[in-house]
Structures are given as structure tokens and as C-alpha cells.
């Protein structure tokens, strides 16, 4: 009998010559979900440039933060150096459509917004806070509909009943898109 990261690695088929995207951790492939016959994205995240603590850290937030406007995480393993997220298969980034368009329609914009502020409205109820939010860590659904994803530098902060979450004074997410004052 295989164990647990065994079986599900052979759930999945990896397509690892049709490359979806790439980050400073690993890249995403186009897999294939023999259970549930279904293509998917894959998630590969080098452990030689990551902690193992950190990639779980990534998933059980994700996990955590479930919502139709959140990515959805179908099963995660370690293999060998190497650890798969395999995720809902989405059609394309909100920047590729942004660039590839120049500007949204102020209708689909405001759809847009108010489904990626629902995502994070309810995230941030959980305890969650993402991050590193921006159109590149966005992504579109055939049906149009945005999925948040890349809670690699998402913090969990304790809540109390009327204190306020605590400050965060750690640094992170993307220079381009980080406000002045923090720079």
C-alpha cells in the first residue's frame, strides 16, 4: 500500500513541459487530476529554496482561507527536493488580461474589485492577512470569476474579541507595488 505523499503523487500526471508560471520559489505546470479527470495546476516549490515549514505554513493558510474568490488547494505532497501544491486550474493573471487589454471597463473593474475584496474581507475575518496582493498573484476563471492565490507570505494574527490585530514591522511583498512609506 502507497503512503499518503506516494498516492498522491501518483493522482496526479505532471505535464512539466507546459509551464503556467514562474516565482523566485519554483514554478507552476499544467497537471492532470487522474481522480478526479480533471486538469489542474501544480505548484513546484524547490525545498532547497524554501523551508518545508514555510511551504506548510503556505498551504494551511490557503487551506484555511477557503472561499469561492480564494484559490482552491486540491491535495499538496512533498517528492524528493520538490513540493507540489495542486490547485483549481485557472485561465489566466488579471495583469495578463490588464496588459493585454490596457485598460478594464469600469463595470468589470468594479466586479473584479468587489470579488477580490470579498476574498480579502474574508481572509482578514480569519485572522489572515495576505500580504502581497497584487494583479500578478490574481487569477481569472474561464467564467470570469478571480481566485486570490500565493499566500507564501501571508501571516495568521491572533484575534481578540475588541483588541486590534497587532502591527506587523516585517517587510515583504513586491517593491513595485509597496507604498512609499514603507519603502
Known sequence: KLCGREATM???ALEKNHSLGAGGFGTTIRAYDRAANTPVAAKCISLRKMSQERVDKEVALTKRCAHDF??????????????????ELCH????????R??????SEARRFFTQIMRAVDHCHALGVVHRDLKLENVMLTKANSVRV?????AHRFKQGLHAPPPLLYHCCGSRSYCAPEVL
Open 70 to 87: 480564494v484559490i482552491q488547494i486540491i491535495a499538496a505532497a512533498r517528492h524528493h527536493d520538490d513540493y507540489y501544491i495542486f490547485m
Open 149 to 153: 492565490i500565493d499566500f507564501g507570505l
Open 10 to 12: 501518483r493522482r496526479f
Open 101 to 106: 487589454r490596457g485598460t478594464l471597463g469600469e
Open 92 to 99: 489566466e493573471e488579471l495583469f495578463t488580461l490588464v496588459e
